[in-house]
């Protein structure tokens, strides 16, 4: 290609120069009363000067174009996902379900092989009367295959008394799908509390949630509980949540609510409504912690005057710490 391009730009060197007849028949390139003769070579300088350019062309501007078949794979560069949205985990769920973000609504499952510890206090308080308060610490841990499991065990505080053990209660979880292939991303959700101050109970609950804009999330869970001995009392209710990510991973705003049906076995005409609803607040204010707190004042007569949520949580990840990763920053 480069002795191509040399010769081209001898033959515009000779058109300036002279003329470009053919070097083995001499003619008059000018006619007139005195012929100017044929120059048969440029001037030394400039011959030199086109020879010395040539080697310096990109070798992109002279290559031909490859034809379709032989063209090399586009390259498309996207977006590195950031902050609370960006997908982590085998399940490709968001980083921030990773983290309890509400007190009332649970969503989808942890991680595969995440490790989370949580102290709860979650206190009442009516007109007139001390506080009431439940205690919890749980252990949660992520399984593959969208599986979770919990373990948690309660103290109760009533009015004026002491702080009694009222037992444990053991939790399961599984998600349906990935995070974003089903609607609302399903989870289902099955309890057993053992009560040494009352019946025991069972809960199962169908837990939904996603994102309703950049940084904006929510939760909501449909609710049912059994007594299993006792007045064998029965809830069917309703929770739930959005919040904002007022800071990406560190500060977020939101509320909660639910609404809650009680009747007791034999006495249907006798039944009671709890509804509650207020603002709520999560302060990540470590990588790896977080605090929840949610204050719900009741909207009827049957439901306590207020509700307290504080959630203390620490993220102990597990094994292998890529598993937590933004899938984007993982090779395949």
């Known amino acids: 290609m480069e002795t191509l391009l040399r010769r081209a730009a001898s033959t515009l060197v000779l058109a300036f ?111 007139g009367e001390s506080r009431e308060s439940r ?75 996603g994102d309703l804009a950049p940084r904006w999330h929510s939760g909501a869970n449909l609710i049912y509980e059994q007594e299993t001995s006792g007045a064998r009392a029965t809830e069917l209710g309703v929770s739930a949540a959005a919040s904002y990510a007022l800071l990406d991973r560190v500060l977020g705003v939101g509320i909660e609510g639910k609404a809650m049906r009680v009747t007791e076995n034999g006495s249907r005409g006798d039944r009671v409504y709890e509804v509650a609803l207020g603002p709520s607040l999560q302060w990540r204010f470590h990588p790896r912690a977080h605090l929840d707190v949610a204050v719900l004042p009741g909207l009827n007569r049957s439901t ?10 620490w993220d102990f990840g597990g094994g292998d710490e890529s598993r937590l990763a933004p899938t984007s920053t993982r090779s395949n």
């Open 304 to 313: 306590h005057d207020l509700e307290v949520f504080v959630i203390l949580g």
């Open 17 to 127: 120069a002279g003329c470009a007849a053919p070097a083995f028949a001499p003619a008059p390139c000018i006619e007139g009363p005195e012929p100017i003769p044929f120059v048969a070579s440029p001037p030394a300088g400039l011959a030199a000067a086109v020879e010395r350019a040539l080697p310096s062309v990109p070798e992109v501007l002279v290559r031909p174009p490859q034809d379709r078949e032989g063209e090399l794979p586009g390259i498309t560069v996207e977006g590195t996902p950031s902050g609370e949205d960006a997908l982590v985990g085998e399940n490709r769920q968001p980083e921030w379900t990773t983290r309890r973000r509400f007190t009332t609504s649970r969503v989808y499952v942890n991680a595969p092989w995440q490790v989370e510890v949580e102290l709860w206090d979650r206190s009442r308080f009516d007109s």
């Open 135 to 209: 205690y919890q610490a749980e252990v949660s841990l992520g399984l593959p295959y969208r599986f979770q499991v919990d373990y948690y065990h309660n103290f109760e505080e009533a009015p004026d008394d002491k702080i009694r053990d009222s037992g444990p209660q053991v939790e399961a979880r599984w998600a349906l799908a990935e995070w974003g292939r089903l609607w609302g991303n399903p989870t289902a959700y099955l309890e057993y509390k053992w009560d040494y101050l009352g019946a025991d109970k069972v809960e199962a609950k169908a837990l939904l949630g």
